[in-house]
Each structure stands twice: as structure tokens, then as C-alpha cells.
């Protein structure tokens, strides 16, 4: 075998070595995109005889993963309650409502770096919806400030799904009206489950 043709074969499997190593690097890195809703509020308003419902959400994306990625797209879904649609038949048909935000084109698509984040405001808008017979999320009575909520009071419950670069993500969450006080609450990035976790263990025990 010439000199040449051995070179030519080292090469080749030199390539083929680097090929496979930059293959699994790729490999390894991509985005890791999740979202938290920070804080959020809704309010009904009536335009010429039309019912708006306008619901906010800050919401905070974070890329947990080693590669750039991007949200391309949000949806939020609302729904009657199963009694509004029992009590009041011609709603069967439009039971969920959907939309996307009225400020999609001035914050889609939202490009995100490694380990970075970006806090924007999703703001949505559902016409000719009946607010009072959509469903309603439960609230946990605070022993300290016992409180009787009326239906009205009570918390809208929402879907939210994100288009990101790796897939979708749905996370079912709750709106205040906005003139309540729990609307104006602000969390972070640490869940409720992380929260109580965090707390149950900062409490004395016994011998320290």
C-alpha cells in the first residue's frame, strides 16, 4: 500500500471521528424552554353593546437548556362551566373559546439564548363571551381572614399553550378579576410545591 492511500484512509477516518463527535454535540445541545406566569389579572368592558373579556399575563420564559430556542406561538383557551352549557343549550357549540394575543405580531416570535431568559406581557382579548357562566377555579379559605366568595369573585380558569422549539407546552392556571386584591399577587419562578417545600423545611424543629 502507497504512503498516499494509508494518509488517504487516516483522513477519512479522522473525518468520520470528527463527524460523530460534532453530531453528539449537537446532540447535546438544545433549548430547554418552560414558562412561568408571574402575575395576572382580567376585566370585562362593553363596547357598543359588545362584551369584551381582556385578560393580561406576564409571563416569564426561561430557557434552562444549553442551545438558543424560540416561542413561536400562544394560544389561551377559556370554557363555560358544565352547568351554563346544561342550563343554557345553545351554548354547547362554543363551549371553548380560544385566542391568540392582540399583541402576538409585536412579540412573536420571542428568541431566547442559553440559560437566559425574557419577561413579556401576553395580552388577550375574547369577544361576545357571557363572563359570569364561565368556569371558575376553587380558592383555598385562608383561616386567618375566613373570606365567603360570591361566583362572581371567583377566579377564572384558563389554558395556556406555548409552541416552542422543541414542542408544545399546556399548563391550566386561574385569573382574578382585576379590581381584587389576589390579582394583584406576584410570583416567580419557584413553584407553590417548591414554595411549601422550602418553608416546611425552614421550620424549628425540636433540638435546634
Known sequence: MEIIDVFQIIGSIGGLIALALHWKKMKKEEPKIIFHIT????????????????????????NKGN????????????????????NYPGLV???????????FDNLLPLEIGPYG??????LF???????????????AIDLKN??????????????????????????????????LQESKKITGSIGVLNEAQLD???MPKPGE
Open 67 to 86: 442551545a438558543s430556542g424560540s416561542i413561536t406561538d400562544a394560544i389561551m383557551r377559556i370554557r363555560y362551566s358544565y352547568d351554563a352549557i346544561r
Open 125 to 139: 382579548t375574547f369577544k361576545d363571551v357571557f363572563p359570569l357562566l364561565l368556569e371558575r377555579c376553587g380558592v
Open 93 to 103: 357549540n362554543e363551549h371553548v373559546i380560544s385566542g391568540r394575543p392582540i399583541n
Open 39 to 62: 402575575k395576572c389579572f382580567y376585566y370585562v368592558k362593553k363596547v357598543k353593546k359588545k362584551v369584551l373579556l381582556h385578560i393580561a399575563l406576564d409571563t416569564l420564559f426561561e
Open 146 to 179: 375566613p373570606k365567603k366568595w360570591e361566583w362572581k369573585d371567583l377566579p377564572i380558569r384558563f389554558q395556556l399553550t406555548i409552541n416552542h422549539t422543541n414542542g408544545l407546552i399546556t399548563e391550566d392556571y386561574c385569573v382574578f378579576r382585576k379590581d
Open 200 to 202: 416546611w423545611k425552614f
Open 117 to 122: 431568559s425574557k419577561k413579556v406581557r401576553l
